[in-house]
């Protein structure tokens, strides 16, 4: 079973930009959640889709938005790009989006913000 | 403010020997515990997990203990191999915030042969 998918791996952008960052969760999993990993702040939760819906979201600015598709694909979008957004964004799914189905993570993408 | 903590960076241990990764957490609505470890340019991997119903819970090498009052859980690795290097990260969720996890910052572990 193909693993969870995040593209692209690698992306650098600039300052004021946006960026979108894609997410290809296991097949049959309808959870679909984000998390930004910084050296400082750690990993912290962005937000999470259930069956399209956002479930719950994470303290970030309304510069972050995400949305999940029917087929259980989610991409997050990031306006206006500060330097401090430069962070590995990580993607995770799983099963039922309740507390006994551990999340899977993708490898993440690597933002880096000049 | 930190609520979930794992107040050890890094930790050496000796091939064959116990390995104990420790975590604090302050948030008594967590009710769910995880552990995951994460290699270099790779997501994190779940580990194991357990439930504030239980104290103790077992996968082979690997045994997460809950102490409920003193709102702190612990990982052992038991016999530690070289291949166990990586960083342990502990999380915890409450039970009506579906998948939202708070994570500690971390612990690196080395295994050294």
Known sequence: KAGVTQTPRYLIKTRGQQVTLSCSPISGHRSVSWYQQTPGQGLQFLFEYFSETQRNKGNFPGRFSGRQFSNSRSEMNVSTLELGDSALYLCASSLGGTQGSPLHFGNGTRLTVT | ?113
């Open chain 2, 1 to 113: 403010d930190q609520q979930v903590k794992q107040n050890s960076p890094s930790l050496s241990v000796q091939e064959g020997r116990i390995s104990i990764l420790n975590c604090d957490y302050t948030n008594s609505m967590f009710d769910y515990f995880l552990w995951y470890k994460k290699y270099p340019a790779e997501g994190p991997t779940f580990l194991i997990s357990i439930s504030s119903i239980k104290d103790k819970n077992e996968d082979g090498r690997f045994t997460v203990f809950l102490n409920k009052s003193a709102k702190h859980l612990s990982l052992h690795i038991v016999p530690s191999q070289p291949g166990d290097s990586a960083v342990y990260f502990c999380a915890a969720s409450e039970s009506n915030a579906g998948n939202m996890l708070t994570f500690g910052g971390g612990t690196r572990l080395m295994v050294k042969p």
